[in-house]
């Protein structure tokens, strides 16, 4: 899929940035295309403060000099632009392929407005296909991933959880210090009902369903921009 896409979904979301705002900043390579645009406008005079989703979000936002604040700081947003994995039409979201989905989720909590940004190719008729990152705390994770296992089945869900790896082997760490287990899935039938059930299990951090977060998307496509929801 192409950067230019990607850039053109961005570059589109800026125009939406106005002075006074107080951004959510996404993490991922087409979150990054938006923060590179607001960077830009910045150095031109626009007036902005971002808090970034993650740690990666943080250093790139602060090379573009953009102000940067914490959400302890600034603990509502006017808007966030982040990326996702997999978006459906009702925008439920799934997110994490980039291991920010708590940070992303938090901010996009506080945040008046969520404006997804994408290639069209993540589009779906139904959620599941990209595999559920699910954060979990490190202490029992045998345990914690029986009892996602559990649920699953429950569920009548079936699907293989794989921890997520660094480059070098070793768990994958995210900012918060937790690791991720992806959940093969295939299809997510009732995300509603897998959100909520996930989130009461002990160990379970955060997963990256996104469920009524996003108010609207833009979508790059090789035949122009696609937009979804309120902008
Ligand atoms: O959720 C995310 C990071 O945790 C990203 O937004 C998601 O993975 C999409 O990334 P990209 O824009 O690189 O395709």
Redesign the pocket.
């Known amino acids: 899929?192409s950067d230019n896409l990607?850039r053109a979904a961005a570059e589109r979301a800026a125009q939406l940035v106005t002075d006074g705002m107080r951004l959510g900043l996404?993490?991922?390579?087409?979150?990054?295309h938006f923060v590179a645009a607001i960077g830009e406008r910045v150095r031109g005079g626009l007036k902005v403060v971002g808090v970034p989703?993650?740690e990666a979000t943080r250093e790139q936002a602060h090379r573009e000099g953009i102000p940067l604040a914490t959400l302890d700081e600034t603990p509502e947003l006017d808007l966030t632009v982040?990326?996702?994995?997999e978006l459906d039409d009702d925008l439920r979201?799934?997110?994490?392929?980039?291991?920010?989905?708590l940070r992303?989720k938090i901010v996009a909590s506080a945040s008046r407005r969520m404006v997804v940004?994408?290639?069209g190719s993540?589009r779906v008729a139904k959620l599941g296909k990209f595999p559920l990152?699910i954060e979990v705390v490190p202490f029992g994770l045998t345990a914690t991933e029986r009892a996602i296992s559990k649920l699953l089945e429950s569920l009548s869900m079936t699907g293989e959880l794989r921890l997520r790896r660094a480059a070098d082997g070793a768990p994958y760490v995210t900012d918060g210090g937790h690791f991720i287990l992806d959940a093969h899935l295939g299809r997510i039938d009732k995300p509603n009902v897998l959100a909520s059930t996930l989130n009461n299990i002990p160990g379970v951090v955060e997963h990256?369903l996104f469920l009524g977060l996003a108010t609207g998307a833009i979508l790059a496509t090789g035949e122009g921009l696609v937009e979804l929801g309120q902008l």
């Open positions: 899929m990607k996404g993490t991922g390579s087409t979150a990054a989703t993650s982040d990326g996702a994995d979201l799934v997110k994490g392929g980039g291991g920010a989905l992303e940004i994408a290639d993540k990152p990256g």
